[in-house]
């Protein structure tokens, strides 16, 4: 787990210098192809994708394209399920072919300090839970979480009320151990979520003067209608 944990760091490191190489051969194949060299299907990137996108998500910013055996990169792969479950560890370029070592779990790119773009308009709020109040830690950068609000108003008035949906989570941070289980696995998870001004306010609201918990949610994940979702591109 560590090992693939620095391998994910290194990759960030590396994005830039990697993607220029992977262009270079990219221009390079489009000549060999000319000169009739056989040829082999390669993902390529069509348009930037951001660091945490979901490979299930990465749509037309990807296609297929054929390109020389000897130009090739190492890890390069032709079809998305190869990275089923997986999100881009680093921003991707237009050009460079799609490679499995640029992704990551959820998981392993929280555990590397990976931090995933806001978007346009958008703030980040920043809120400490326990690990039961974020699904088991199980919730990385990229991906979207339903945020539930719990009250005490004195007496019998206790109210739960699910605030926002399918909010975008850009970072995570753990002083949680990796390698203790049971009831070692205990500590604090800094989860960073990207809201606009209104959404800020009621998270804030909740986390001051009540109680926080996330669910980790996909697109698969029925939505109630009165909890609004959060984010621009929410859900996606």
């Known amino acids: ?31 060999a192809a000319v000169a009739g060299a056989q040829l082999h299907p390669v993902l390529v990137v069509t348009s ?26 190492e890890g390069a792969v ?10 881009a560890a680093v921003t991707l370029q ?20 990976v931090h995933v773009a806001v978007p346009a308009g958008l703030q980040e ?26 009250y005490d108003n004195g007496g019998a008035d206790k ?3 699910l605030l926002l949906n399918r909010v975008l989570v850009t970072s995570v941070a753990s002083t949680v151990d990796p390698d203790a289980g049971g009831q070692q696995a205990q500590g604090l998870v800094l989860v960073t979520l990207a809201l606009d001004a209104d959404q800020a306010r009621a998270v804030v609201n909740a986390a001051e003067f ?3 918990w996330m669910s980790a949610q996909n697109d698969d994940t029925a939505v109630p ?3 609004p979702s959060g984010g621009v591109g929410a859900g996606k």
């Not at 930037?48 to 296609?63: H, K, N, Q, R």
């Not at 032709?78 to 999100?87: F, M, R, W, Y």
């Open 210 to 212: 009540g109680h926080i």
């Open 78 to 87: 032709a079809d998305l399920d190869a990275l089923a479950g997986q999100v």
């Open 48 to 73: 930037e994708i951001p660091a945490g996108t979901d490979s299930a998500a990465l749509g037309d910013a990807v296609e297929v394209r054929q390109i020389p055996a000897t130009y090739i990169a």
């Open 125 to 150: 709020v920043s809120i400490a839970v326990d690990l039961q109040r974020i699904a088991g830690g199980s919730v990385g950068p990229g991906e979207r979480v339903g945020v539930f609000a719990s």
């Open 94 to 113: 237009p050009g460079e072919q799609v490679l499995a070592a640029r992704f990551a779990s959820p998981a392993e790119l929280a555990s590397a300090g």
């Open 225 to 227: 209608a009165a909890a």
């Open 1 to 31: 787990m560590r090992t693939r944990i620095i391998a994910v760091a290194i990759a960030a490191v590396l994005a830039v210098a990697g993607a220029v190489a992977l262009v270079v051969a990219f221009r390079a194949a489009d000549q």
């Open 159 to 161: 109210t739960t009320t």
